[in-house]
C-alpha cells in the first residue's frame, strides 16, 4: 500500500505545469520611461497666409519665323542655354537675296536720277530768274523734282524691306535663356508665323498667386513671401517677394492676381513648378513649443504631452515659426508640459519618469 501511495504522489508531482517566469519584454513596457519636458507658453508668433501657385519664366516666348522659306540649319537643342542673339535657325534666303540685290539697283538708280533732277531745278531756278523761261515751264520743272524726290524714297523703302526679308531668315535669340522645345527640322517649309522654338528666361521666376478677396487688404508691394515645391518638400524652402500686383479682383473668382520675384541663380526651380506659399500678414499670441519636441510625418505633426506622469500622443495644428519656436493652433494648450527631444522608447501610454 505505501509503495502505490508513493507512486500515485510522484505521478500528480509529474503532472503540475512548472511556474511561468515573468515575460521580460512585458517588463520593459511596464518600466518608466525617462523623459525631459518643456513647458507650453504663449507668445507672439507669425501669422500667415497660405496660398498656392505656379511658377513662371520671367520672360518666356515662342520665337516665330517672321519669314518664309525652307530651314536649312538648326542650332538648338532643348534645355541649352542661348545668350541674345545667338542664332537658332536658318532659313534659305536665296530668293530673298536676290530681291535685295534688285532692289539696291532700283536704289541707286533713283538717286542718280534725284541728282540729275536736283541739278535741273537749280538751273530751271537760275534762269528763271533771269526771266529766260516761263512760268508754265518753271513749274513742270519743280514738279518734276518733286516727283523723283519721292520716287527714291520709295526705292530706299523697297530696299530696306527687301534687306529685312534677308535678315529674317536668320531666326536669333530675343533675349538669354534656356530653349524648351525645337519646333522645325532641316528641310521643313515655314510660314512668317511658324514657331521655331520655346525659350524661357528662368532666373528670377515669377511665382504667380491668387489671393482670396477677403485677403486682399493684407498684400503690399515688396512682402516677402516664403513657398516650399514638391520636388525639395518642406525642409528646403525657397523665398521671393511680392512685386507685382493686379489692379482688379477677378469677378468670376473673387481672387486678385499677384506675382513676386523669386531668385533662381542655381537653377533649381523650374518654370511651371506648383508651390505652395506663405506670407506673414501679422503676429498673435499662441502656444508655442520648442521645435525639437515636434515630430513630423506624411500623416501630419504630433507631439507627446505628459499629463500625471503618463505620455499623452497628440496630433497638432501647427503654425508660423520663429527663432526655434513653433506656434501651436490646436493639440496643445499653455501650462501643459511636453516631451523635448522624444525617443523611440517615448510612445502613447507609457508611464513618465
Known amino acids: 500500500m505505501r509503495a502505490l501511495f508513493f507512486g500515485l504522489f510522484v505521478a500528480l508531482v509529474a503532472c503540475q505545469k512548472p511556474k511561468e517566469m515573468p515575460d521580460a519584454s512585458a517588463a520593459k513596457q511596464t518600466a518608466p520611461v525617462k523623459v525631459e519636458t518643456v513647458a507650453v507658453v504663449e507668445r507672439p508668433m507669425p501669422e500667415y497666409l497660405t496660398l498656392t501657385g505656379t511658377l513662371r519664366a520671367s520672360q518666356e516666348s515662342e520665337v516665330a519665323a517672321d519669314a518664309k522659306g525652307k530651314v536649312t540649319a538648326t542650332y538648338v537643342e532643348r534645355g541649352q542655354r542661348v545668350k541674345q542673339g545667338d542664332t537658332l535657325a536658318l532659313l534659305d ?10 532692289a539696291n539697283a532700283q536704289t541707286e538708280l533713283a538717286r542718280a536720277q ?3 533732277a536736283k541739278k535741273e531745278c537749280d538751273r530751271v531756278q537760275a534762269l528763271y530768274k533771269s526771266g529766260a523761261i516761263s512760268q508754265a ?6 514738279s518734276q523734282c518733286a516727283t523723283t524726290q519721292w520716287s527714291a524714297a520709295a526705292a530706299q523703302a523697297q530696299q530696306q524691306s ?3 526679308i534677308v535678315a529674317d531668315a536668320v531666326i536669333r535669340a530675343p533675349f538669354s535663356g534656356i530653349v524648351g522645345e525645337r519646333f522645325v527640322n532641316v528641310g521643313q517649309y515655314v510660314e512668317s508665323n511658324t514657331k521655331i522654338a520655346s525659350l524661357y528666361d528662368p532666373d528670377p521666376l515669377r511665382l504667380e498667386l491668387t489671393v482670396p478677396e477677403a485677403n486682399v487688404g493684407a498684400i503690399k508691394a515688396d512682402m516677402p513671401v516664403t513657398f516650399t515645391v514638391a520636388s525639395f518638400g518642406e525642409d528646403h524652402p525657397f523665398s521671393g517677394a511680392i512685386k507685382f500686383i493686379s489692379p482688379n479682383v477677378r469677378p468670376a473668382t473673387r481672387d486678385l492676381v499677384v506675382e513676386a520675384l ?5 537653377g ?10 506663405n506670407l506673414v500678414i501679422g503676429e498673435r499670441s499662441v ?3 520648442p521645435s525639437s519636441a515636434l515630430l513630423k510625418a506624411d500623416t501630419g505633426a504630433r507631439v507627446f504631452v505628459v499629463l500625471d506622469k503618463r505620455i499623452q500622443e497628440r496630433i497638432v495644428q501647427l503654425g508660423g515659426e520663429k527663432d526655434g519656436f513653433v506656434g501651436i493652433v490646436a493639440g496643445v494648450n499653455a501650462g501643459e508640459n511636453v516631451v523635448d527631444k522624444p525617443g523611440p522608447d517615448v510612445r502613447d501610454g507609457a508611464q513618465a519618469s
Open 93 to 102: 534666303a536665296r530668293s530673298a537675296t536676290l530681291t535685295a540685290r534688285a
Open 114 to 116: 534725284l541728282d540729275q
Open 137 to 142: 515751264e518753271y513749274d513742270r520743272t519743280t
Open 162 to 164: 527687301a534687306q529685312k
Open 262 to 266: 523669386c531668385p533662381n541663380g542655381d
Open 268 to 277: 533649381k526651380l523650374r518654370p511651371g513648378m506648383f508651390a505652395v506659399a
Open 287 to 289: 502656444p508655442v513649443i
